[in-house]
């Protein structure tokens, strides 16, 4: 399977406590996004990378949250002090620069995510 | 600030008959607008994207209808089928920023067979 991978699929944790996430992205995609997606919404960017230079950060991601690309390969998200408001589905997402200036906008490549439950 | 709005929030349709999902938005530099399905836990699947130099953009049974003007855009699913049952999303985003996406609400697609 050449898709996005992201491990592990469910988390439950307490509240308080410290997760991380791993995302793997398709081999040749040198950007790399986080969303994260509660129910009944649709995703919401949180932060975004280029190899492994995190470029963007949304005010969604407080400072409890950090993101990591070493090598710009596999990405990790980490949430500490977890609060049940963290409850969501985390996204990754891949793809490729654009091949040309005047090119269409590369799609994204959506794993299947990270379901987080704080309780 | 939501800056795409999505209609209907849910939908019926019986097999056959066509479906149309309807986003507005707000933010004019906005130049590209792609439209993703979901499957229960699933990610989302980009569907078709379209930009607004065109009006209409046409892939299989799929075809979004794009209003420049009225900074509303479409999505119509000709016969639809009950493997068409899920959640569907309009996006937008602006120029060399494809991929951070602003999304509308999803619709929740079910088609009866």
């Known amino acids: 399977d050449t898709g996005v991978s992201q491990n592990p699929r469910h988390k439950i944790t307490k509240r308080g406590q410290n997760v991380t996430f791993r995302c793997d992205p398709i081999?040749?995609?040198?950007?790399l996004y986080w969303y994260r997606q509660t129910l009944g919404q649709g995703p919401e960017f949180l932060t975004y990378f280029q190899n492994e230079a995190q470029l963007e950060k949304s005010r969604l991601l407080s400072d409890r949250f950090s993101a990591e690309r070493p090598k710009g390969s596999f990405s990790t998200l980490e949430i500490q002090r977890t609060e049940q408001g963290d409850s969501a589905m985390y996204l990754c997402?891949?793809?490729?620069?654009?091949?040309?200036?005047?090119?269409?906008?590369?799609?994204?490549?959506f794993g299947n995510g990270t379901r987080l439950t704080v309780t | 600030q939501q800056q795409v709005k999505q209609s209907p929030q849910s939908l019926i349709v019986q097999k056959g008959g066509i479906s149309i999902i309807n986003c507005a938005y707000e933010n004019t530099a906005f130049d590209y607008f792609p439209w993703y399905q979901q499957f229960p836990g699933k990610g989302p699947a980009l569907l078709i994207a379209i930009r607004p130099d065109v009006s209409e953009k046409k892939e299989g049974r799929f075809t979004i209808s794009f209003n420049k003007s009225a900074k509303q855009f479409s999505l119509h699913i000709m016969d639809s089928q009950p493997g068409d049952s899920a959640t569907y999303f309009c996006a937008a985003s602006k120029y060399n920023q494809g991929g951070k996406l602003i999304f509308g609400q999803g619709t929740e697609l079910s088609v009866k067979p």
């Open positions: 997402a891949s793809s490729r620069d654009r091949i040309r200036r005047s090119s269409y906008n590369s799609p994204l490549h």
């Open positions: 081999s040749e995609h040198n950007r």
